[in-house]
């Protein structure tokens, strides 16, 4: 058993030790605030693991210069809400060069992020804003749920020839769980607890609130399935649809707010391919329309829970 902390520093190693052309970048990287960086810098060198200035755009603008260059670069943007400083080098440059250069050149480049929604850190270090990047052709975005799938995603991202995106989701960092090795490629949910009631879809830490849910629905005789879409760019809709049409009722749960986000793209597959086979109303659930707040009591009852998912799931089996 690993925690999700040590499965990234592993991916980072591992993918640094089998290609000399990985290098890594970004704030205090050296050390690493969170530990995952930690131990790279003295055994790969400081022309391979570079601190950086605080300046997300100087960051990312020069991860892809260096992908242009042919090396493999992944970058560390702390705290994901600071993605806005950095989203002309990402979402103008990086997702574009292949379809602006004819499929001439390509940005093979990891951007790494963490977002801390739980831990009182306050509106500008903890909102999850996925659906930004989801909205980007050119981009691919995970946001891993598992130690397995945190490595295996992120050797993915970084043997990816296009730029990618893993959303680190700062409480699950100390979570626990089976390690493996292999890589898992974007787009491919998976399964994750086998139901015939109804589906929860979901992903990263949420997952494990659906689990919790369907742990306490079993004892009432309530089969719910759960399923880890384990990347939201590209969605893998094929199994997303088998999930659904086997319960014939889902609930979307995501831990950014509701309005604007992935879980409407999701809900509106659903409702488009399976209208037919639905037996009601797709529903969403995910954090208030308000900042993140500072003071623990509010930032609880902002974000979602199991409660507010029992709560759902109970509307859609009624």
């Excluded at 605030?33 to 755009?57: C, M, N, W, Y």
């Amino acid at each position: 058993m690993v925690s999700v902390r040590s499965a990234l520093n592993r991916a980072l190693r591992d993918a640094m030790a089998d290609d000399d052309r990985v290098v890594l970048l970004g704030e205090d990287v050296h050390d690493g605030v969170f530990g995952i960086t930690k131990g790279l810098a003295a055994e790969f060198g400081a022309d391979r693991v570079r601190d950086t200035p605080i300046s997300e755009q100087a960051i990312v603008g020069a991860a892809v210069g260096a992908a242009l260059g042919g090396l493999r670069p992944v970058a560390e943007i702390m705290f994901m809400d600071f993605l806005g400083i950095c989203l002309d080098q990402l979402a103008n440059h990086a997702a574009k060069q292949r379809y602006m250069s004819g499929g001439r050149t390509s940005v093979p480049m990891t951007l790494r992020t963490s977002v801390g929604g739980g831990l009182g850190v306050g509106a500008q270090h903890a909102q999850m804003l996925e659906a930004w990047l989801a909205h980007v052709p050119g981009l691919k975005v995970a946001v891993p749920s598992n130690p397995a799938d945190a490595y295996g995603l992120l050797r993915s991202a970084i043997h990816d020839d296009d730029p990618c995106v893993v959303v680190e989701q700062v409480p699950l960092y100390s979570r626990k769980g089976e390690m493996a090795t292999a890589r898992v490629a974007f787009g491919s949910a998976a399964v994750t607890r086998q139901g015939t009631d109804a589906t929860v879809v979901t992903y990263g830490r949420q997952v494990h609130d659906a689990l919790a849910v369907a742990d306490t629905l079993d004892a009432e005789g309530v089969s719910l399935q759960v399923l880890d879409l384990r990347t939201v760019a590209p969605l893998d809709t094929a199994t997303l649809f088998d999930a659904v049409r086997g319960t014939g009722r889902a609930v979307v749960l995501h831990e950014a707010v509701v309005t604007g986000g992935f879980g409407a793209e999701v809900a509106a597959r659903l409702q488009e391919e399976l209208f037919g086979e639905l037996a009601a109303p797709v529903l969403r659930v995910g954090a208030e329309p308000v900042p993140v707040p500072y003071a623990k009591g509010l930032e609880r009852r902002m974000l979602p829970g199991p409660d507010r998912l029992l709560a759902a799931v109970r509307k859609v089996l009624a």
